[in-house]
């Protein structure tokens, strides 16, 4: 601890070339920079390790953060650090901000805030925003957030849409195109003509201009969205937009354990991770054929009972090997999630719950354009 005679000496060290200052001002203005430098350091690691726990759980991270005072908790201040810091997973920055709670919903509208959509037409807008994060794969989180990029947007485009429901169907619109144009398994490509006849009367029940959805038909045809790199693997495609994801408890092994994994369920498959950085799933389970019932929440074929479930998964060595289960028994945090995994799931293998999104505001445009006749 350096004495208060000392730090008067090194106070005035700012005024007086350090080679007419004496050795124990010397020795003490040395101790203080190292001091610095070192404290410099320490924050430093405490910083990357900090994002390194948010890339596996962004609110064990965010907590730590807080607790060693590096981050406020403040939404301003959270949205600005997961908008601007380097080294964030954007599949867990999208998990966090699609959080339900009234604080993870200050924060997405703060983080919203800080993107400039001025002057921009809306795929340059998504462009941007869909870059800032990976857009996660619950219907609910996936409403939110594009609700509050909808109001961000007209709020910086005054004029150009009747309404934020407009942009809301549009964007939506505009995603699903991406992914019909862009994506080798769906084969029945949509056409131009199509898609301006599936925004036909969306803007308060008018029509847009086919000049404006003839551009950004063409800006999608010409360069699909790009995928933060974080998640540029080859089955990047497979898990944009899934259907749901989330941590769940899997039963397995030789010796009946429940294990923590990461589930993405997408494409009539789940695919489930040992973490969200993961870049390849540790198994997959497609679900022709099967149905899903409460146990704590379980897959199994009600055709045949006892029969081997279609499904592989990668052993340590990285070897891929066909399942042997006869039902996959996961576990939930509540019942509520569990309700919501069944539900996705029998969604899944029914339909695309995608749709029901943009059906849903669009009937309410209709409606509320008929109250108004």
């Known amino acids: 601890m350096l004495e208060k005679d000392e730090l008067r000496l090194f106070a005035s060290a700012t005024t007086h070339s350090l080679y007419d200052l004496p050795e124990s001002t010397l020795y003490c203005y040395n101790m203080l920079e190292r001091s610095s430098f070192f404290k410099n350091v320490m924050k430093n690691k405490r910083i990357q390790c900090g994002k390194k726990k948010f890339n596996m759980d962004p609110e064990k991270g965010i907590q730590y953060l807080v607790d060693n005072d590096l981050l406020e908790w403040k939404p301003e201040a959270v949205a600005e650090f997961l908008y601007k810091e380097e080294g964030l997973n954007k599949t867990a920055i ?6 339900r709670e009234e604080i993870h919903l200050q924060i997405l509208q703060a983080f919203v805030d800080l993107h400039e959509f001025s002057n921009l037409n809306l795929v340059q807008a998504l462009r941007q925003f869909l870059w800032s994060f990976r857009l996660p ?44 144009l862009h994506n080798p398994n769906v084969k029945d490509k949509t056409t131009l003509e199509r898609f301006i006849s599936m925004n036909r ?27 933060p790199e974080d998640d540029g693997n080859d089955l990047t495609h497979t898990f944009f937009n899934p259907d749901r994801e989330g ?14 994994r990461w589930f993405i369920l997408t494409d009539g ?38 029969e081997t479930i279609k ?37 899944c293998i029914t339909k695309d719950p995608f749709y029901d999104l943009v059906s849903a505001r669009k009937k309410k445009i209709i409606s509320h354009t008929e109250q108004h006749d």
């Open 311 to 347: 499904a592989c998964k990668t052993e340590t060595d990285g070897r891929v090997v066909i399942g042997k289960h006869h039902s996959y028994r996961l576990s939930a945090a509540s019942v509520e999630e569990r309700a919501d995994w069944i539900q996705a799931i029998r969604a």
């Open 137 to 180: 794969g619950e219907a609910q989180k996936i409403d939110r957030m594009m609700e509050a990029f909808a109001l961000r947007y007209c709020t910086c485009n005054a004029g150009v849409f009747q309404s934020t429901d407009t942009c809301y169907i549009l964007s939506f619109a505009i995603i699903m195109l991406n992914t019909s």
């Open 269 to 306: 498959c789940l695919y489930y991770f040992q973490y969200t950085t993961d870049q390849e799933p540790k198994g997959i389970i497609p679900l022709e054929n099967l149905s899903v019932r409460e146990f704590c929440l379980e897959l199994f074929s009600p055709h045949r009972k006892g």
């Open 201 to 227: 009367g969306i803007n308060h029940g008018e029509d847009l201009p086919d000049e404006l959805l003839e551009k950004l038909y063409e800006s999608i045809k010409n360069e699909p969205f790009k995928i």
């Open 247 to 260: 941590w769940l408890l899997k039963e397995g092994g030789r010796i009946k354990t429940w294990k923590r």
């Open 94 to 99: 999208g998990n966090f901000l699609g959080e």
